[in-house]
C-alpha cells in the first residue's frame, strides 16, 4: 500500500481571488510526494445556499458533482481561512448540502485542514470547528501535523500564487506527507 497511487481533492473556502488560502491550496499539487496528484474541487460560490425545499426538488448538479468528485478521491484537503471565530459561511453551507446527499461523500474520508491566516492564531478557531463538523460526518481527520500559517502575509505571495518562505514551503510538504500515509493506512484497513 506504501507505493499505491492517491488522489486527492482540495477544498477551497474562499471566494476571493487574493486570498492567502488560495495561494495555499494552488501551491499544494507541486509539494505533494511523489505518486499523490491534488485537484482542486469546483468553487464553494457555485452552491445555492442550502434549503431544504430545493433539496425536496432534487439535489442541484453542482452538490451532486463536487459529491462525486469526493467519493472518488483518496482523501480531501480542506484549505479556509478563519471568519469570526469560525469557517466561513460559503464553507458551512458545503457541508450542509454534501451532508445530505445519500452516502455522505464524507463518511470514512480521509480529511486535512488547512489555513492561513494575517493574524498571529493562523485559522486555529476554524480548524477547532471544522473538526466539530467533521466528527458528524464520520470523516477521518489528521490530527497532526496541522497546517496553521500564522502571519501569512509574510509568508506568501499572492501576486505570484506561491508560498515564499522557505519553512512554511517545508511544512506543508511534510504534512502532505503525512497525510498521504495517513491515508493510505485508512485504505488499508488500518
Known amino acids: 500500500m506504501a507505493d499505491q ?31 499523490v496528484k491534488i485537484t482542486a474541487l469546483s468553487s464553494l460560490g457555485d452552491l445555492p445556499l442550502y434549503n431544504a425545499d430545493i433539496q425536496a426538488e432534487g439535489f442541484p448538479p453542482p452538490v451532486r458533482q463536487m459529491g462525486d468528485a469526493i467519493k472518488q478521491a483518496d482523501g480531501v484537503i480542506i484549505v479556509t481561512p478563519e471568519y469570526n ?13 454534501l ?58 505571495d499572492v501576486e505570484n500564487g506561491k508560498i515564499s518562505d522557505d519553512a512554511t514551503r517545508e511544512i506543508v510538504t511534510k504534512n502532505l506527507e503525512a497525510f498521504a500515509a495517513f491515508a493510505r493506512r485508512q485504505g488499508s484497513g488500518g
Open 5 to 35: 497511487p492517491l488522489s486527492f481533492v482540495t477544498m477551497l473556502g474562499s471566494l476571493r481571488k487574493g486570498s492567502l488560502n488560495r495561494v495555499v491550496a494552488k501551491a499544494l499539487p507541486a509539494l505533494a510526494p511523489q505518486g
Open 85 to 97: 471565530y469560525s469557517v466561513p459561511g460559503v464553507l458551512k453551507n458545503a457541508i450542509d448540502w
Open 99 to 156: 451532508s445530505r446527499l445519500p452516502d455522505t461523500p464524507f463518511a470514512g474520508k480521509p480529511v486535512d485542514i488547512m489555513s492561513a491566516s494575517p493574524s498571529i492564531l493562523g485559522g486555529a478557531r476554524a480548524h477547532y470547528h471544522l473538526r466539530q463538523s467533521m466528527v458528524f460526518l464520520d470523516a477521518l481527520v489528521m490530527n497532526k501535523p496541522e497546517i496553521i500559517i500564522t502571519f501569512a502575509a509574510q509568508k506568501l
